[in-house]
């Protein structure tokens, strides 16, 4: 008699007949050169789109980073090296952050010695290890996972590798003007990504939405780029129609939010890096016109530190804290008040912006 497999043995026999297939992708980005490798299955669309960004030839020299995503079809199959990691060391929970707090997911942190243990529970395990510049991600049935929560592994992978060599991730939105950088931060719902569109529309140049990077330049905290995907609400699509002639990306599960790229909208405005000129701090008023309030540097880093900072590593936090410190020293910030009148944004910030190209 033949027995036909069910759906979950033909997904599960599937993973196992494509364990033997390995996809390799070299990177470059802003000098860290890095690999990806994904066993068992492919790399997502959003992966894809960072990796058109910063892909490369060979890399002849040895790694910044290295990682390898692998398929897996149970959490039984996580190896016991990685267990025991976890079983060496006291758990804690992560701060949510990102995509991690969208997709409100479960996630615990275990620090074994220099390595990183990321559990995403049901999802998978991630190990990242700082000093040998090298992360393993397990993921459970990643063909079935939604695609930012397949790009998650690798971005967290990513960032953490990153922060080893000098790039400090945070949350906010980074543009340019005069080739000075725009750093807006600070708590969610306070008008960001409303800020940002006004001034992508007045001619302002895109580094990054969501997630720059900051890096000490040996003179000054610099923005570089990093993902081109905007994150939108749907009332901030009511507040500019042209965002109504693209195609958004489909909204994931539980997401209050729409995406698109800024290639679709804003063709050309894509700017690598520059030198951080000013920092915002929006808050949204009821009055009609904006107005800019000066900050207290202790207030400033306040405010900045729960953006970026992660304690995994006494060593890394010290030296994003220095990162941090420097930034706000050498950076006028402000918080702005952001009226109704959302168009007249670029004409308070640029001449802010002409002085600083000036001196």
């Known amino acids: 008699m033949i027995r036909w497999l ?4 033909e997904r599960d026999r599937m993973i196992v007949q494509n364990t033997d297939m390995r996809i390799e992708h070299t990177l470059s980005i802003h000098g860290m050169s890095s690999k990806l490798t994904t066993i068992g299955f492919d790399i997502t669309q959003e992966i894809d789109h960072l990796l058109e960004k910063f892909s ?3 890399i002849s ?12 079809s149970h959490l039984e199959d996580v190896p016991e090296w990685v267990l025991a990691a976890k079983r060496n060391v006291i758990s804690r929970q992560a701060r949510q952050m990102g995509v991690v707090k969208r997709l409100k997911l479960n996630m615990s942190l275990f620090q074994d010695h220099d390595r990183l243990v990321v559990d995403l529970h049901e999802h998978g395990v991630l190990v990242i290890n700082w ?5 393993h991600g397990y993921l459970v049935r990643p063909d079935l996972m939604e695609d930012r929560l397949q790009s998650t592994f690798y971005h967290m992978s990513l960032s953490e590798l990153m922060r080893w060599k000098g790039f400090f991730i945070i949350h906010g939105v980074a543009l340019e003007r005069y080739g000075k ?8 719902n306070r008008g960001k990504t409303t800020a940002e569109l006004s001034l992508l529309r007045a001619g302002y140049g895109f580094i990054s939405d969501d997630f720059p990077f900051l890096r000490d330049n040996g003179h000054r905290v610099e923005l570089l780029a990093f993902q081109d995907w905007v ?45 951080t000129a000013l920092i915002l701090f929006p808050q949204v008023v009821e009055g009609r016109d904006s107005y800019l309030e000066p900050m ?13 900072l992660q304690v995994h590593s006494s060593e890394l936090a010290k030296q ?10 050498q950076t006028p910030c402000y918080r702005l008040h952001f009226g109704q009148n959302r168009w007249d944004l670029s004409k308070l910030l640029d001449p802010l912006l002409e002085h600083f190209v000036r001196v």
């Open 320 to 329: 994003e804290f220095q990162l941090y410190t420097q930034l706000v020293k």
């Open 296 to 308: 207290p540097k202790h207030q400033v880093l306040k405010e900045l530190l729960p953006q970026g």
């Open 61 to 72: 020299t040895s790694l910044d980073a290295d990682i390898t995503l692998q398929a897996i």
């Open 56 to 58: 490369c030839s060979a």
């Open 181 to 188: 950088g725009v750093l807006i931060t600070g708590r969610p």
């Open 6 to 9: 069910t759906a979950k043995e």
């Open 231 to 275: 994150d939108v609400r749907e009332k901030s699509v009511g507040f500019f129609p042209e965002l109504q002639t693209i195609e958004l990306a489909p909204r994931y599960e539980g997401a209050k939010k729409d995406s698109f790229s800024v290639h679709d909208l804003y063709p050309g405005s894509q700017v690598e890096s520059c030198e």
């Open 131 to 135: 000093p040998e510049g090298t992360a």
